[in-house]
């Protein structure tokens, strides 16, 4: 009986719950929402609402870019650690190595981008 591969509906969504999880169980608190989309070799993933009210009350702080700056600089060290645990995700759910990873967060609008470089054009393993 020949299986059926994921569409690339499914492995986005399967990304999305990867990523929601990562941040639940990683950085202690996950996004309201998450959305993954796949171009080419490409995997890019939008996250709303991620940062805490603390936060939130820090990027307020004068100079605004101090406040601003260490919310940045905080997530970034953050993601970097917890790096391999999400290309693993990756990895598994498409069949395919990450090469890169780019992110930035805004603290104006609670939005974090994530870009992943795949090695390929994503595939989905083998069953």
Do not use: N, Y
């Not at 990304?15 to 639940?24: G, L």
């Amino acid at each position: 009986m020949k299986r059926h591969s994921p569409t690339k509906g499914q492995l986005e969504a399967a990304i999305s719950e990867a990523v929601v999880q990562f941040e639940q169980e990683f950085m202690g608190r996950g996004p309201l929402e998450a959305r993954t989309f796949i171009v080419d070799d490409m995997v890019i993933i939008r996250l709303r609402g991620v940062l805490t009210p603390a936060e939130h009350q820090l990027a307020k702080t004068v100079p605004v870019d101090h406040g601003r700056e260490l919310i940045k600089k905080m997530r970034e060290t953050l993601i970097e650690r917890g790096r391999p645990l999400l290309e693993a995700a990756l990895e598994r759910i498409l069949g395919r190595k990450a090469i890169s990873m780019h992110t930035d967060i805004s603290t104006r609008t609670g939005e974090r981008v994530i870009i992943f470089v795949m090695d390929c054009s994503p595939r989905p393993p083998e069953r």
